[in-house]
């Protein structure tokens, strides 16, 4: 269990943070990169919470979910491999929380048409929000994807974010009435 006391150390004053294995890196190290923005992409998805939580309940659910397992990909990507020796199993994602994860992107996909263009962000606040808590997911996923050439990080984890930008795009079609409102990309249009 967490307990927070006080929200200011001064540890961090130096320009480094703990990870959770009490190793101290730079604020701008890749790992603490990856799930710095793993946890933008979080605050984005309760941005747009804001506007599904009474329009779309069940939807809401999911990105409910969502958000505490952006927590938890927080904490597994905050704990090295080296975590084990803490005389704890360091919190990972796992392949049923993907699982979980494909299975309501299936069911939200249903009713959407097949697209015919690339779609735009807008359309209605809670669409364009969830467009932007996609792209920030994916350029999560794109940190955990260069973490990865340096040093090892969890596979399940990046099979998660990756889904869960799949799951914004659709969860932002959902919003626009099923894709009806979708806006859409008119190549040339302004030429």
């Known amino acids: 269990m967490v307990k927070l006391n006080k929200i200011y150390t001064r540890t961090g004053d130096d320009g480094t943070t703990g990870l959770g294995t009490g190793e101290r890196r ?4 890749l790992r603490v990169k990856a799930y710095g ?15 599904t939580r009474t329009t ?7 990105l409910s979910r969502i958000q505490n397992d952006l927590f938890d990909l927080g904490a597994d990507l905050s704990t090295p491999d080296g975590g084990k020796e803490l005389g704890y199993e ?5 392949a049923t929380q993907v699982t979980r994860l494909e299975n309501d992107l299936d069911l ?3 009713n959407l048409e097949p697209l015919r263009s690339f779609v735009l ?3 209605s606040a809670a669409s364009a929000n969830l467009h932007l808590a996609r ?3 994916r350029r999560a996923e794109r940190m955990m994807v260069e973490l990865a050439q340096a040093e090892p990080i969890n596979p399940e984890g990046l099979k998660y974010i990756n889904r869960v930008s799949d799951f914004l795009f659709v969860a932002a079609r959902v ?3 099923n894709g009806k409102a979708d806006v859409l990309w008119v190549p040339g249009q302004n030429r």
Not at 26 to 29: E, G, P
Not at 37 to 51: P, Q, S, Y
Not at 56 to 62: A, E, K
Request: with cysteine.
């Open 26 to 29: 730079l604020k701008f190290d």
């Open 37 to 51: 923005t793993v946890d933008e992409a979080n605050a984005c998805i309760g941005l747009a919470r804001v506007h």
């Open 56 to 62: 779309h309940p069940d939807l809401d659910t999911m």
């Open 90 to 94: 360091p919190l990972r994602i796992i």
């Open 108 to 110: 939200l996909n249903t």
């Open 121 to 123: 962000s807008g359309g």
């Open 135 to 137: 792209t920030v997911a």
């Open 175 to 177: 919003v626009n009435d």
